[in-house]
DNA sequence: CCGCATCCGTTTCGATACTG
DNA sequence: CAGTATCGAAACGGATGCGG
């Protein structure tokens, strides 16, 4: 019984072939923070079943997208974790969150702010088009917790460095700052959205900058719709 | 009846609540060339029946971001075209794409090579990495047809273009081409995949390149993998 | 002919239970 | 902890039908 497939000869079609199934993405989505085991996923993607992981988690091994690695005694458990052709998939996946941040609004009571899902949920939040070409780093105190946005340099002429690649989110707050903000996630969201004005937003206390100023009109750019920032 | 939906608050669940349906990017693939009728979109998804189509027509209409229009008499059709935020999806198929290509070997008599597909293939192929800041435009004669890729300026320091907005691939080949390439898609795609050597490629007459020799070099790193450029 | 809607067998998924 | 087995429910594949 050959798996179903859409059968043309297109990037496209083959993508989805291996990952068009429901749940698939969402599982690659709790890889690209590293290695987890079969507990681990399950609890995190509440509503899919056991029996459902196990075979994603098999089909994804097929394709070679995750391999199964056993940690030696006495440590000894089973740990799922992306091949290098399955971390290829981190552009895939920070589109999508591009795409979607529209359509989110705030956390409620029966879906709540997962804090494991904030370090993507910013890189998908920058607007890199505004970004110079330097490195930088910007901390976020939120009310979530404390991370770190490190862009790295845009690389040298003539060959630069992709969007996955120039950033990075990492938990807690680096030394070096070049810029810090204190806000809330909601908040952010926002302001990306365009549904709240950073003067608005620093006025009522909602966001507060730190580091240099001269770097402010950056983050305000960085941080909001495309059209906001062309007019001011 | 609600629609099942993954219930997180994380923008990746909530996209692939919206297009984590099978068919359902498909149909927006096909959308990406031009409004399209029902019946062109059944002759160009085999494998997708009618009824599905309709239903899934149906959830990208409300999702808002396709909308149908009935053209006026005498044309009197209906037609399906992606609204402003169904194009935002440009970004997601294109990262798509990317990821599929290295699946693809080559056409079959099962799987033929579609020529309404090959702008999008050719865009996929690009490594936009390696594009210089400024406009070029080149030109493929392929075995299956002409197309011109423009690529635009990347814009003023401060504000760049994503990879989106700088390709561009149009059927025909425009005037002032910056250079120009003979081959076929397999052997772009070859050559892309470092499957096949571009030295090795000329040589034997698989590839002929046209327009300014100095561009010639770019040409070979833009279409080769990474590490295969970076060592060259 | 185009734009769907209806019907039905098959596959996949959701949910619970069970085993090494 | 790391899965597999089972079974009803929902979604999908495939074909046909019908009004404009």
Redesign the interface.
């Not at 859409?6 to 989805?16: A, G, K, N, W």
């Not at 003539?158 to 992709?162: H, R």
């Given at each position: 019984m050959a798996k179903r497939s859409?059968?043309?000869?297109?990037?496209?079609?083959?993508?989805?072939d291996?990952?068009?199934e429901?749940w698939t993405?969402?599982i690659v989505?709790e890889l690209l923070t590293g290695p987890q085991r079969y507990s681990d996923l399950k609890r995190r993607l509440?509503?899919m079943w056991s029996n459902l992981l196990g075979q994603r988690l098999r089909e994804l091994e097929d394709a070679d997208l995750v391999v199964r690695r056993h940690l030696p005694p006495p440590a000894a458990r089973t740990v799922y974790e992306l091949t290098e052709?399955g971390r290829?998939?981190e552009?895939?996946?920070?589109?999508?969150?591009?795409?979607?941040?529209?359509?989110?609004d705030a956390?409620?009571e029966?879906?709540?702010?997962?804090p494991r899902?904030i370090p993507?949920?910013i890189a998908?939040l920058v607007r890199?088009?505004?970004l110079?070409p330097g490195a930088l780093t910007i901390g976020f105190v939120l009310d979530e917790g404390h991370w770190t946005l490190r862009i790295a340099p845009a690389?040298p002429a003539?060959?630069?460095?992709?969007d996955v690649e120039r950033l990075d989110v990492v938990e807690g707050l680096d030394d070096d700052l070049d810029l810090n903000v204190r806000t809330s996630l909601p908040v952010l969201l926002w302001l990306r959205r365009g549904k709240l004005a950073w003067r608005e937003a620093e006025d009522q206390g909602l966001v507060e900058l730190g580091g240099d100023p001269s770097h402010h009109g950056l983050l305000h750019r960085t941080f909001s719709p495309a059209d906001v920032a062309?007019a001011a």
């Open positions: 859409y059968d043309q000869f297109c990037p496209v079609s083959r993508s989805l291996l990952l068009g429901r993405l969402l989505r509440p509503g052709r290829e998939l552009g895939v996946l920070l589109a999508i969150a591009r795409f979607g941040l529209p359509y989110l956390p409620t029966e879906q709540p702010l997962q899902l993507g949920g998908a890199t088009e505004e110079p690389g003539g060959s630069k460095l992709s062309a």
